[in-house]
């Protein structure tokens, strides 16, 4: 009986990820072992796969478990025949063997979840390509305190969260444990990435990729280290103001990224604004670089562990007072005592400031209008500290244009942001 073609393909799809997926592992570990023996190929990994596909498609619990076992029986053979081969060689790694019996697997998976299975593939894939980056990292790069703040973020994701109420708890209906945590998880996930990715990548693949990482970090600090290495080495002002630049966008980045994922509503008032910032500091800093005599030099800059176990809870006591404060503001004073407390956290913790506005909106408290123009000062307030920070470590050109592009920004933002605002009144 003749499937149609739309039903054929459908049967088919699980077998050729299987085997595509096989077929790109085998090639690797044939490439990575081209000069000593292994008893696995790029045809074993193929019928890996093959064999993983067939499993599922017969939808036999014992037959699968069969096969199974006889992939498993292969595997050990293949490492004994290996092991054997090389006796006496220093590396006898099990990666081979593993990445067989995760082929085997995703074949499996790829009938019921075919987009999963190519992500994964890719995952695997990615993993055998980059084992001397990955060795490197591990042994030379990263230190105890990067696991203990893995580790922290682990603890709040996986054992705290799941456990907390989803309600504000307090009698004055402020602080939701379960949002606060969240919110906390999101953020350090987002500053933690940027600082892993600054180790990976190293503090000297170019200014704009420094600054972006390191303003994900913390922009204020990375301002502060580059006035200070601007006024020891005045030629370094052209670095400095591609990271510092770029730090900004990452700031502002953040934020956008922080209000969509946890208060959407608000993140799409914020969008045109923060987003025009971005690119127009992007722009700017392209400019500016294709104007410059000098080309843009690859320096270090001086950036720290954001979460350590102490900056950890440093970071959770200034959301919980930002978040404590800005409500009980709004109820002594209205909106001026908001707006008050926005431009004085702005300047000390942006992120921190802004989420709690959005939740006192989130939770009916703070009109879209008051939230959105709060936020804005605490943005204003955050761009006006980092061109404080500039002029008093370094009154030089360096402190001049950067704070040229950071108001030109701040103008840019303002004038789209003046539109909204005039919108949701």
């Not at 499937?3 to 699980?14: C, D, F, K, T, V």
């Not at 060689?89 to 990445?99: K, N, Q, R, V």
């Not at 978040?323 to 908001?338: E, K, P, Y």
């Given at each position: 009986m003749e499937l149609p073609n739309g039903n054929m393909l459908e049967l088919i799809q699980p077998f050729v990820i299987a085997l595509s997926i096989?077929?790109?592992?085998?090639?690797?570990?044939?490439?990575?072992?081209?000069?000593?023996?292994?008893?696995?190929g790029v045809r074993s990994f193929m019928l890996l796969g093959l064999l993983g596909s067939i499993s599922a498609e017969i939808s036999s619990g014992l037959i699968a478990a069969s096969i199974a076992f006889f992939v498993g029986t292969l595997i050990v053979i293949g490492?004994?025949?290996?092991?054997?081969?090389?006796?006496?060689?220093?590396?006898?790694?099990?990666?081979?063997?593993?990445?067989?019996?995760?082929?085997?697997?995703?074949?499996?998976?790829?009938?019921?979840?075919?987009?999963?299975?190519?992500?994964?593939?890719?995952?695997?894939?990615i993993i055998l390509l980059t084992r001397e980056q990955l060795h490197r990292f591990s042994t030379t790069q990263i230190q105890s305190k990067d696991l203990h703040a893995a580790a922290i973020i682990m603890v709040l994701t996986i054992v705290v969260a799941p456990f907390l109420p989803n309600e504000p708890v307090d009698p004055w209906l402020l602080f939701n444990p379960r949002r606060f945590v969240f919110i906390l998880i999101v953020l350090s996930l987002i500053q933690f990435a940027g600082y892993i990715a600054l180790k990976v990548f190293g503090p000297k693949n170019g200014a704009a990729l420094t600054g972006f990482l390191g303003g994900l970090v913390s922009s204020t600090a990375l301002?502060?280290?580059?006035?200070?290495?601007?006024?020891?080495?005045?030629?370094?002002?052209?670095?400095?103001?591609?990271?510092?630049?770029?730090?900004?966008i990452a700031t502002i980045t953040e934020l956008l990224v922080l209000a969509l994922g946890i208060y959407p509503k608000m993140g799409f008032h914020l969008f045109p604004p923060l987003m025009g910032m971005a690119i127009l500091g992007g722009a700017i800093t392209w400019l500016y670089q294709r104007n410059i005599e000098s080309t843009v030099q690859n320096k270090s800059v001086k950036i720290t562990n954001p979460l350590e176990f102490k900056a950890a809870l440093k970071l959770a006591a200034a959301f919980s007072l930002a978040l404590a404060s800005i409500a009980m503001a709004h109820r002594l004073a209205d909106d001026r005592g908001v707006f008050a407390l926005a431009a004085l956290g702005g300047v000390l913790e942006l992120h921190s400031t802004s989420m709690a506005t959005m939740a006192l909106?989130?939770?009916?408290?703070?009109?879209?209008?008051?939230?959105?123009?709060?936020?804005?000062i605490a943005v204003c307030?955050?761009?006006?500290?980092?061109?404080?920070?500039?002029?008093?470590?370094?009154?030089?050109?360096?402190?001049?244009?950067?704070?040229?592009?950071?108001?030109?920004?701040l103008i840019a933002g303002g004038s789209i942001g003046a539109l909204v605002y005039l919108n949701l009144k």
């Amino acid at each position: 009986m003749e499937l149609p073609n739309g039903n054929m393909l459908e049967l088919i799809q699980p077998f050729v990820i299987a085997l595509s997926i096989g077929m790109l592992v085998g090639i690797e570990r044939e490439r990575r072992k081209a000069r000593s023996f292994q008893a696995m190929g790029v045809r074993s990994f193929m019928l890996l796969g093959l064999l993983g596909s067939i499993s599922a498609e017969i939808s036999s619990g014992l037959i699968a478990a069969s096969i199974a076992f006889f992939v498993g029986t292969l595997i050990v053979i293949g490492y004994w025949r290996t092991t054997a081969a090389k006796s006496g060689h220093p590396d006898l790694g099990l990666t081979s063997e593993i990445a067989g019996a995760v082929v085997f697997g995703l074949g499996y998976l790829a009938k019921s979840q075919p987009l999963l299975t190519l992500i994964l593939g890719v995952v695997v894939l990615i993993i055998l390509l980059t084992r001397e980056q990955l060795h490197r990292f591990s042994t030379t790069q990263i230190q105890s305190k990067d696991l203990h703040a893995a580790a922290i973020i682990m603890v709040l994701t996986i054992v705290v969260a799941p456990f907390l109420p989803n309600e504000p708890v307090d009698p004055w209906l402020l602080f939701n444990p379960r949002r606060f945590v969240f919110i906390l998880i999101v953020l350090s996930l987002i500053q933690f990435a940027g600082y892993i990715a600054l180790k990976v990548f190293g503090p000297k693949n170019g200014a704009a990729l420094t600054g972006f990482l390191g303003g994900l970090v913390s922009s204020t600090a990375l301002y502060f280290d580059l006035s200070q290495k601007v006024r020891k080495e005045p030629e370094l002002k052209d670095f400095a103001f591609t990271a510092g630049m770029f730090a900004q966008i990452a700031t502002i980045t953040e934020l956008l990224v922080l209000a969509l994922g946890i208060y959407p509503k608000m993140g799409f008032h914020l969008f045109p604004p923060l987003m025009g910032m971005a690119i127009l500091g992007g722009a700017i800093t392209w400019l500016y670089q294709r104007n410059i005599e000098s080309t843009v030099q690859n320096k270090s800059v001086k950036i720290t562990n954001p979460l350590e176990f102490k900056a950890a809870l440093k970071l959770a006591a200034a959301f919980s007072l930002a978040l404590a404060s800005i409500a009980m503001a709004h109820r002594l004073a209205d909106d001026r005592g908001v707006f008050a407390l926005a431009a004085l956290g702005g300047v000390l913790e942006l992120h921190s400031t802004s989420m709690a506005t959005m939740a006192l909106n989130a939770e009916g408290q703070l009109a879209d209008s008051g939230a959105f123009l709060a936020v804005s000062i605490a943005v204003c307030m955050g761009i006006v500290a980092k061109i404080a920070i500039l002029w008093t470590v370094n009154r030089g050109r360096f402190a001049l244009i950067t704070t040229l592009g950071l108001l030109a920004t701040l103008i840019a933002g303002g004038s789209i942001g003046a539109l909204v605002y005039l919108n949701l009144k």
